[in-house]
C-alpha cells in the first residue's frame, strides 16, 4: 500500500468524494444532460492531468500482463460464476438465456469488442491504476480499502438503480481489486472484468447493464 501525492490527507479526501462519489450521483439530478456530460468530463479531465503527473500512461504500465501466481484461482472462479448463473438464468428466465448470442451473432460481437476496450480497460485504470496510486496511503488496513474501493466502484452504477446490479458491482469490485492489488497489472484486471460483463451479456441479462437487447 503506498500513496505518492503530496497533497494533505483531507484534500485527498474530499476529491475522493467529488470524483467517486458526487460525480456518479450527478447523474441522476433532475438536470441538464449537457451539464451532466461537461461534469463527468471535469472529474476524467481531472484524472487524465493527475495521471500524467503521476507517471501512469506509461506503456509498461498499461500493458503489463505479468506472472501473478494466482491468476488459475481467477478463472476457476469465473467458470464456477458460469456454471452457477447459467443454471439460475435457465430456470428463472428461459426465454433471456442466450438471446443476444444466437438473435444477433453480428451485435454480441460488435458490443464484446466495444465494452472490453472503450468501457472496461478506462474503468479498471481509473479504479484501480489511479485509486491506488492516488489513495492507498490514506488507509492503512488493506481490507477496509479494497471494500472502500469496491463501493465507490459500486457507486459508479448508481445510474442504473438495480438493487441486483449494485450488488454484483460490489461483488465484482471486491474481485477487481483484489486481482490488481495482488497482480498489478491493469491489463489482468481488465480481462477479469471484461469476462464477467460479457458473460452477463452473453447469457442475456445485458438490459440491466444498458446492453443492446437486440
Known amino acids: 500500500m503506498f500513496n505518492e501525492s503530496k497533497k494533505p490527507s483531507k484534500l485527498l479526501w474530499l476529491e475522493i468524494a467529488w470524483l467517486f462519489a458526487c460525480l456518479p450521483a450527478s447523474l441522476l439530478l433532475p438536470i441538464s444532460p449537457w451539464i451532466k456530460l461537461c461534469?463527468?468530463?471535469?472529474?476524467?479531465?481531472?484524472?487524465?492531468?493527475?495521471?500524467?503527473?503521476?507517471?501512469?500512461?506509461?506503456?509498461?504500465?498499461?500493458?503489463?500482463?505479468?506472472?501473478?501466481?494466482?491468476?488459475?484461482?481467477?478463472?476457476?472462479?469465473?467458470?464456477?460464476?458460469?456454471?452457477?448463473?447459467?443454471?439460475?438464468?435457465?430456470?428463472?428466465?428461459?426465454?433471456?438465456?442466450?438471446?443476444?448470442?444466437?438473435?444477433?451473432?453480428?451485435?454480441?460481437?460488435?458490443?464484446?469488442?466495444?465494452?472490453?476496450?472503450?468501457?472496461?480497460?478506462?474503468?479498471?485504470?481509473?479504479?484501480?491504476?489511479?485509486?491506488?496510486?492516488?489513495y492507498s496511503?490514506?488507509?492503512?488496513?488493506n481490507q477496509i480499502f479494497i471494500t472502500l474501493n469496491a463501493i465507490l466502484f459500486c457507486m459508479a452504477h448508481l445510474v442504473f438503480l438495480n438493487s441486483l446490479v449494485f450488488l454484483l458491482t460490489f461483488i465484482g469490485g471486491v474481485l477487481f481489486a483484489l486481482t490488481y492489488q495482488k497482480s498489478r497489472s491493469l491489463l489482468l484486471t481488465s480481462l477479469e472484468h471484461s469476462a464477467y460483463g460479457l458473460w452477463l451479456f452473453t447469457l442475456g441479462l445485458g438490459e440491466m447493464l444498458a446492453f443492446p437487447g437486440s
Open 137 to 141: 496511503g490514506l488507509v492503512a488496513n
Open 39 to 134: 461534469l463527468v468530463l471535469s472529474g476524467l479531465l481531472y484524472c487524465g492531468y493527475q495521471s500524467k503527473k503521476m507517471g501512469l500512461f506509461k506503456r509498461k504500465q498499461l500493458m503489463y500482463l505479468g506472472g501473478y501466481a494466482g491468476s488459475r484461482m481467477i478463472w476457476l472462479r469465473f467458470i464456477l460464476f458460469i456454471v452457477i448463473s447459467t443454471i439460475l438464468v435457465a430456470i428463472y428466465l428461459p426465454k433471456s438465456l442466450f438471446s443476444v448470442l444466437f438473435g444477433n451473432p453480428l451485435l454480441w460481437l460488435g458490443i464484446c469488442i466495444f465494452y472490453a476496450v472503450f468501457s472496461v480497460y478506462p474503468q479498471e485504470f481509473l479504479y484501480r491504476v489511479f485509486f491506488f496510486k492516488r
